[in-house]
């Protein structure tokens, strides 16, 4: 038998694969066990009502997938009302997503959002911050430090800070969550991008830009989260083109101790259970019992990531 389980910050998981949050449902409840998962991660929700950017929302661009939902909500009402007594039939930890236009009404949400049922809240802070001139909060590390240290004191809950891949700060941003109360680090959102249709020569999502997700963003994603493994001493959850056993591996022996599937349950909507399925048939083979002696166990040789970037650069 092989050891699956993972401890995040003192939330027990059985095993290391959950959702990205905005990629599941209670809908999905028809298809798999939702038992089966580490954790659930639900769609992101705001206070209020929010109806989401202009459609089109969504485009493929050679094999990932570019979106700019806008993040609607039904709002926090409903999410309690609602999802929470939903997701209550499980065993399997409920982690809440959520957003704020700025730190105070990040951290009103957050304390609304810790009822019982809830096992931890993930905070969007890859999304704009109004009193940063619609900068992520993620993007700088005061911003960051700022919106956790309020986050912090609104929640006995662990937090866990959702980066964002569109800074040039990976470990200082990383640290900077840390230092502000962060209990674990998902690493890391979309990558800010933009596909234009050649024909009509206008940009193929109604917001002009968005998100990008899928096999693209692994490589980006995958250094982030070592970087933030190295930096930091809180578990680092990967996030970021996960669609094979392989990329799952990877992102563990980097130093994730658990990974989000989002974009390719999309594609097969019970990717997450042979994910689950795949890594137990792999250590097993490897002759491990556990997945935890998987996690960190790159052999990196300590490289000055300045020494990397000045090799890379034209």
């Given at each position: 038998?092989?050891?699956?389980?993972?401890?995040?910050?003192?939330?027990k998981?059985?095993?290391?694969?959950?959702?990205?949050?905005?990629?599941?449902?209670?809908?999905?409840?028809?298809v798999?066990?939702?038992?089966?998962?580490?954790?659930?991660?639900?769609k992101?929700?705001?206070?209020?009502?929010?109806?989401?950017?202009?459609t089109?929302?969504?485009?493929?661009?050679?094999?990932?997938?570019?979106?700019?939902?806008?993040?609607?909500?039904?709002?926090?009402?409903?999410f309690?009302?609602?999802?929470?007594?939903?997701?209550?039939?499980?065993e399997?930890?409920?982690?809440?997503?959520?957003?704020?236009?700025?730190?105070?009404?990040?951290?009103?949400?957050?304390?609304?959002?810790?009822?019982?049922?809830?096992?931890?809240?993930?905070?969007?802070?890859?999304?704009?911050?109004?009193?940063?001139d619609?900068?992520?909060?993620?993007?700088?590390?005061?911003?960051?430090?700022?919106?956790?240290?309020?986050?912090?004191?609104?929640?006995?809950?662990p937090?866990?800070?959702?980066?964002?891949p569109?800074?040039?700060?990976?470990?200082?941003?990383?640290?900077?969550?840390?230092e502000?109360?962060?209990?674990?680090?998902?690493?890391?959102?979309?990558?800010?991008?933009?596909?234009?249709?050649?024909?009509?020569?206008?940009?193929?999502?109604?917001?002009?830009?968005?998100?990008?997700?899928?096999?693209?963003?692994?490589?980006?994603?995958?250094?982030?989260?070592y970087?933030?493994?190295?930096?930091?001493?809180?578990?680092?959850?990967?996030c970021?083109g996960?669609?094979?056993?392989?990329?799952?591996?990877?992102?563990?022996?980097?130093?994730?101790s658990?990974?989000?599937?989002?974009?390719?349950?999309?594609?097969?909507?019970?990717?997450?259970l042979?994910l689950?399925?795949?890594?137990?048939?792999?250590?097993?083979?490897?002759?491990?019992?556990?997945?935890?002696?998987?996690?960190?166990?790159?052999?990196?040789?300590?490289?000055?990531?300045?020494?990397?970037?000045?090799e890379?650069?034209?």
């Amino acid at each position: 038998m092989v050891d699956l389980s993972v401890d995040i910050s003192g939330l027990k998981l059985k095993n290391p694969i959950m959702p990205a949050s905005g990629t599941f449902s209670e809908d999905l409840a028809e298809v798999f066990d939702l038992d089966r998962l580490g954790a659930h991660v639900t769609k992101t929700i705001t206070r209020g009502w929010r109806d989401g950017n202009p459609t089109p929302r969504v485009c493929e661009v050679n094999g990932s997938m570019l979106n700019s939902i806008g993040i609607p909500s039904k709002g926090v009402g409903a999410f309690i009302e609602k999802v929470v007594p939903f997701y209550a039939h499980y065993e399997t930890p409920l982690v809440v997503s959520i957003s704020g236009n700025t730190a105070d009404e990040f951290a009103t949400l957050c304390s609304e959002v810790s009822v019982p049922g809830v096992a931890a809240i993930e905070v969007n802070i890859s999304c704009p911050n109004i009193e940063e001139d619609g900068k992520a909060f993620a993007i700088r590390p005061s911003s960051t430090h700022d919106v956790m240290r309020k986050l912090r004191a609104a929640t006995d809950l662990p937090l866990w800070a959702k980066l964002t891949p569109n800074t040039g700060e990976t470990s200082e941003v990383a640290r900077a969550a840390e230092e502000g109360g962060a209990d674990a680090l998902v690493v890391a959102n979309t990558i800010l991008s933009m596909a234009i249709d050649i024909n009509t020569r206008r940009p193929k999502l109604g917001n002009l830009m968005g998100g990008l997700s899928g096999p693209s963003l692994k490589p980006i994603a995958l250094r982030m989260a070592y970087q933030c493994a190295r930096a930091t001493k809180i578990p680092v959850i990967g996030c970021g083109g996960i669609s094979t056993v392989e990329d799952v591996i990877e992102y563990l022996i980097a130093g994730a101790s658990a990974v989000q599937v989002g974009t390719a349950t999309f594609i097969h909507p019970t990717i997450m259970l042979s994910l689950i399925d795949g890594l137990e048939d792999w250590l097993s083979n490897q002759g491990l019992s556990s997945v935890k002696d998987l996690i960190g166990s790159v052999i990196d040789g300590e490289q000055d990531e300045s020494v990397v970037f000045m090799e890379a650069a034209p």
